[in-house]
């Protein structure tokens, strides 16, 4: 009898450690914790309270810098490193979906405060640093007149843009610092209403395939379902004709699209659905399978089923992929970029990814930019934050973070559109050994096993 | 005022009166029946239909209450009657607030709770109207 209670003590003791242990350290990794649906009558909501930065820059793990490379943009959404060392900024802001209820009204002046209030850019402005001292001296205005460009790619001599209606390519040789001719289409991007505007772009490491990530026409189905024919997926478009084909399918909103250096196979960052609670849904970071079903609508994670969605669909819940490694609810991830060794030890392989931050949640999440560690090409391990200080804890806000680019010299560039800046951060030059530099907040105990985070 | 010292029991019921009670019943049963709608075709539009019905309804009766709070003052809160018609727009109004938010959630986050405020506020507002326009005259039947 004695023994079954002290048993009995210990296990309750050992559940009450367990439950005390969870909430953080399971919101990320492959298999985070997914707590019930809750909506009240309000979502969970924090505003972004923007103000400017002054002296002050975000924030680097010890012994890497940090530098304003160019300010004063007109949005800067995604960057691109061009053969020479240049960089390429797409700015511009996109969407415009009328409102179609009450809420939508409202809504739209709460989350017009967290963001900026500058015109859009419409171009992409083209940064060089001709004696690698690091600052970017060089400033022109690539090409403009766009509409609202975002992803980025260079095959060979042709550089695409993916705006917020077509991709387009330029003719590019390198040093060039303005295009020669207006761009070319190569296919129409799915533009109507375009709720989720924003169309991120990859090339297949052959260059014969561009990938487009095209987000959802609503948070979950509200703008009806035929408003999301040819959304919520990732098109392969054959470069030469611009024909294309869904290379994936169900994946609510496709932000930034990277491909693995060495494998060659294509990476995402996906927003998931709002207003089901602080920590649902996961935002995440995949391999994206050629034909895959992620779930969006009618499941997230696999096959937990949207109750907001009907009718609904048995059979393509039961087909719905799980993601590879959850980044957290409201993270907002518009970012994507691998790493090289050149980022120095702690960083060298894995991705960089830029966190905006959602108005989705309080306490916020996001307004940062994290790396994740990667062994044997896949993620493993918990985030490390690589860049902060974008938002106070009374929530001032500086900036928010949306694209990252690797530059193989040794330097993250991160574009920030609310303060309208180009950051770039270096590794301490010769990295010494024992200077090796720390992650910041790594220590989160036990986060996802090595093993347990390669699915494949 | 005018009305208040009428001698002519039915000229007593204000214009105001009428308008304000009578413009939110309508609204709320088109919110209803937009709601029906929306359940029995899964079509967002009724949703959307429902959803501004209702804010309409809702400026109505925000605007009733008012007025009747208004009245119930100038009458120094002696008319019983008056005070139930206060206390059914209240309620109107309250729940209404609530079922606003909840149509405010997106696509079928809305149901059935939606649906079923919908059907007590049209009877919530209709109660309030029957009992504002005939108070006034009770007990002076010709």
């Known amino acids: ?456 | 005022m005018a009305f208040a010292h009428a001698s002519d029991p039915a000229s007593r019921v204000h214009p105001v009166d009428a308008v304000l009670l009578t413009c939110g019943v309508p609204l709320f049963l088109g919110g209803l029946l937009s709601d029906i709608a929306y359940a029995r075709t899964y079509q967002i539009q009724w949703s959307n239909f429902a959803a501004w019905l209702i804010a309409g309804a809702m400026v109505f009766t925000g605007l009733a209450l008012a007025w009747t709070l208004l009245q119930m003052i100038r009458s120094s809160f002696r008319d019983r009657r008056r005070l139930i018609v206060f206390l059914l727009l209240l309620a109107t109004f309250a729940l209404g607030l609530v079922n606003s938010f909840i149509h405010a959630r997106d696509a079928w986050g809305s149901m059935p709770s939606g649906l079923v405020l919908s059907i007590i506020i049209t009877l919530l507002a209709a109660a309030a109207t029957w009992l504002g326009l005939s108070s006034i005259r009770l007990g002076v039947r010709p």
Not at chain 1, 65 to 80: D, E, H, K, N, Y
Not at chain 1, 88 to 104: F, I, W
Not at chain 1, 204 to 233: H, Q
Not at chain 1, 311 to 340: E, M, N
Request: proline share 11%; hydrophobic share 35%; glycine share 12%.
């Open chain 1, 1 to 456: 009898m004695r023994r079954a209670a002290s048993v009995l003590a210990l296990l309750a003791g050992a559940a009450l450690l367990a439950s005390c242990d969870r909430p953080k350290s399971e919101l990320y990794g492959p298999n985070p914790q997914l707590p019930e649906p809750q909506r009240g009558l309000l979502p969970s909501m924090k505003i972004a309270e923007p103000a400017s930065w002054g002296d002050r820059r975000p924030t680097a793990p010890s012994g890497y810098s940090v530098a304003a490379i160019a300010t004063g943009l007109g949005i800067p959404r995604q960057t691109l490193i061009l053969p020479n060392g240049d960089i390429l900024v797409a700015e511009g802001r996109g969407g415009g979906a009328p409102a179609l209820r009450p809420k939508d009204l409202i809504a739209g002046v709460i989350k017009a405060k967290g963001t900026t209030s500058v015109k859009s850019g419409n171009r992409l402005t083209l940064l060089r640093d001709a004696n690698g001292d690091g600052v970017y001296e060089l400033r022109t205005v690539f090409a403009d007149k766009l509409n609202a460009p975002y992803g980025l790619a260079l095959v060979g001599g042709q550089l695409y843009v993916a705006n917020q209606d077509a991709l387009v390519r330029f003719s590019y040789t390198v040093g060039q610092t303005q295009a020669t001719a207006p761009p070319v289409k190569v296919t129409d991007l799915p533009s109507y209403i375009n709720h989720h505007w924003t169309k991120s772009l990859a090339a297949s490491p052959d260059g014969r395939f561009l990938y487009v990530g095209i987000g959802s026409n609503s948070n979950i189905t509200e703008r009806g379902m035929p408003a999301e024919a040819d959304r919520a997926m990732i098109w392969e478009v054959d470069a030469a004709t611009g024909a294309h084909r869904p290379y994936a399918t169900g994946i609510r909103n496709p932000t930034a699209l990277a491909i693995q250096p060495g494998t060659g196979q294509l990476w995402a960052v996906v927003n998931e659905r709002d207003e089901l609670g602080p920590n649902l849904v996961p935002d995440y970071l995949t391999f994206v399978r050629d034909g895959g079903f992620y779930g969006w609508p009618y499941s997230y994670w696999g096959q937990n089923v949207d109750q907001r969605v009907r009718p609904q669909d048995p059979q393509k819940v039961a087909s719905a992929i799980r993601p590879d490694y959850s980044l957290g609810a409201h993270v907002a991830a518009l970012g994507v970029a691998f790493s090289t060794p050149a980022m120095g030890p702690a960083f060298a392989e894995g991705v960089f990814v830029g966190e905006h931050g959602s108005w989705n949640r309080d306490p916020p999440s996001g307004y940062k930019v994290v790396f994740i560690p990667f062994r044997n090409g896949r993620p493993a391990g918990p985030p490390v934050d690589v860049l902060t200080g974008f938002r106070d804890p009374n929530g001032t806000t500086r900036g928010r973070p949306v694209g990252v680019t690797v530059d193989p010299r040794g330097a993250l560039i991160v574009a920030d559109d609310l303060s309208n800046t180009i950051w770039r951060v270096t590794p301490p030059r010769q990295a010494p050994v024992a200077e090796a530099p720390a992650p910041p907040t790594g220590g989160r105990g036990a986060g996802p096993q090595p093993d347990s985070a390669s699915p494949y």
